[in-house]
């Protein structure tokens, strides 16, 4: 339903697109809505139709597929859609075959919204499976009742999850898979509803970053790293896919110090982001060319020193490297 009317809503938004109040039919009429453009969301508005008609007018209102009898319509809308579209139709009284519709489109302000407290560490702000989180009702001020809502339903609590005294915060003890969703709550005062902006726990991000420069001097100490932020829990791992990389190499956890020594060769990187039960979660690769040495002013001796130095690691092309800081982010 709610999808249908944002469409509805959509299709007139484009078919107006920004020149309101439009006149759809017979101009004679001189039909007006008088009324604000904005709404805030459980907010009445009083909207007026007006018009000329021979010898009296009979005003119809159609708003959300409804329609209402008289010339003036109070909206209260109800948060669910972004912009109300509300429709006056005319007619004479005498002469019911002539007939004009004005539409005005209302934005509605929406002060209700679900999103994470901004009372717990910066981490869990962000959901992540086996991480505790608290999300809000924001904007809900008590004395109000509030239902959460997920998926669309009335949310069912299972015991990792608790409320706040005033329904106002929704607590996970700890995130599994399942908490994934569209979360809402409703704000009920008295005979007004509103519905809240809308939140989404989604456990299917995976971000995977490799820095370091594209490329190498030879002689130089080149530093790369490689890190992931996962909706789960995920470790890295470096590929090392052009063979191994000729030079003194050392992989220190997340971090790649590479000193080349052959110019020419290219060496590609891969940042590999791990789960123990998904697998490969996402990747990101870098190919490195080596270049010739640039002229240094200081220490020219020392840099060639370095140079010479070829350190052979036993041929293990990807390396476990210690996960992320995993057990701080818990
Ligand atoms: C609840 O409704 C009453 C009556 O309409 C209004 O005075 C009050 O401000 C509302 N409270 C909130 C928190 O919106
Ligand atoms: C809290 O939520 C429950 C159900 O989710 C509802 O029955 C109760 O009325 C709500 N209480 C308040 C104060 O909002
Ligand atoms: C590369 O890493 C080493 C060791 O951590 C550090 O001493 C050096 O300053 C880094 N170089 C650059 C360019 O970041």
Known sequence: MQLKMNLIYTNLLLALTGAVPLVMADHSHMVEISGPDEVVAGVSALYQC??????????????????????????????????????????????????????????VINPIAVMPSTDQPLLNQTPKVGRSFHLTCNGAVPPVTIVWFKDGGVLSLDNRMTLSSDNATLTFSALEKGDGGQYECRVINGSVSVI????????????????????????????????????????VQWGLHAGFPKGKFIAEGTRIHWTPSEVGQTQVFTCIAMNPGAGKLGHMSKPVTVIEGQPRLLASNSMTAKSSVTVTISATLLMQISAFGLKGEL
Request: net charge neutral; with cysteine; charged share 15%.
């Open 50 to 107: 007006s018009a000329v008609c021979r010898p009296s007018c009979i005003y119809t209102w159609t708003v959300e597929g409804q329609s209402i009898a008289g010339s003036t319509f109070t909206l209260t809308a109800n948060g669910m859609s972004t912009f109300v579209s509300l429709s006056c139709t005319v007619t004479d009284k005498d002469q019911k075959s002539r007939v004009s519709t004005l539409v005005r489109l209302v934005t």
């Open 196 to 235: 809240s902006r809308d939140y989404w726990i989604n456990f299917d991000y995976v971000i995977v970053t490799l820095t370091g420069p594209d490329r190498a001097e030879v002689g130089v100490v080149n530093n790369f790293s490689c890190n992931a932020k996962c909706g789960v829990d995920c470790t």
